[in-house]
């Protein structure tokens, strides 16, 4: 990735469909995704600027901490809600797969080392962690 400047070009920018850093992609939310991620129905797509993907990694590392977990590569996918709260489901794995940077990974199985939560930027909260289980 280049510099934090042109990092936060490709957050705000409409014309892109991802942003990515070597640890993280920010992707684009389609409504077909919804039942994946877990979102309410009625949500729609968000940008993220450089203060708020701070504070996302903060709260990621926090609640990762919390559950005994680490913080792998992992996946954002960033809606506002009716409520006026920003969302984030954040989709975490310590394997890299061909394409994580530009779909969604699903994986059965494989334990604490796939998880994912939604954080909710406005409020700080995390909630709907949800653990892959053994195989």
């Known amino acids: 990735m280049g510099t934090d400047a042109e990092a936060q ?21 389609y409504t077909s995704d919804w039942d994946i991620i877990g ?6 797509p968000a940008a993220l600027n450089q203060d708020e993907l701070n504070k996302l990694e903060l709260l990621l590392t ?3 901490q919390i ?6 590569k992992h996946q954002y996918v960033c809606v506002t809600d009716q ?10 794995f310590c394997h890299e797969f061909d ?5 969604i990974q699903v ?7 796939f998880y994912s939560l ?3 930027l406005t409020t700080g909260e995390y909630d709907n962690l949800m653990l892959n289980g053994e195989a």
Do not use: Q
């Open 107 to 113: 994986v059965m199985d494989g334990g604490d080392c």
């Open 67 to 72: 559950n005994k977990l680490k913080v792998y």
């Open 83 to 92: 409520r006026g709260n920003k969302l984030v489901w954040a989709n975490c």
């Open 39 to 44: 979102f309410e129905k009625d949500v729609r």
């Open 9 to 29: 070009k490709l957050i705000g920018s409409k014309k892109s469909k991802y942003m990515t850093t070597p640890d993280f992609v920010v992707l684009p939310y």
């Open 99 to 103: 394409g994580w940077r530009t779909d």
């Open 62 to 64: 926090h609640a990762a």
């Open 118 to 120: 939604i954080i909710n």
